[in-house]
């Protein structure tokens, strides 16, 4: 098959790559740009590890073609701090101990990350609801629940 030319935006940055046409998103960013920080559970859509951000939104770049990615902006793990801080996600989450393995922990905090974006003060229900995409198979789950109302000042240590 004819490769394809992408162009697009990902942490910030115009990426130009020539790729197979059938290359999911979740490859392109680990083989293509060795973006390893996403990470492949079920690959198929049911799990959340692969959670990136497309245009601020989540999406699992599992099911994703890179093809589908052409002229947006993409954000990963490795994109969302700035300037060698953490974003405030990923300290609520180091602050509350949010994972044990820490494989899910990528999407977890993408998919929090874009959740407060769009309800910047999310009842624990709320929170429930919008995470119920991304699974741990290590953590109980207050400990991530309690880190994202965190961010809104909802839970103190
Ligand atoms: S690896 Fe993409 S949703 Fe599980
Ligand atoms: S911390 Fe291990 S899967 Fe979530």
Redesign the pocket.
Known sequence: MTPIELSLTVNGERRALTVPPQRLLLEMLQRDLHLTGTKEGCGVGVCGACTVLMDGRPVSACLVLAAHADGHEVTTIEGLGRDGQRHPVQAAFLEWSA???????PG?ILAATALLQEHPAPSEEEIREYMSGN?????GYMDIIRAIQSCTGGAKR
């Open positions: 994972f044990q393995c820490g494989y899910c922990t977890m699974i741990c198979r290590c953590t």
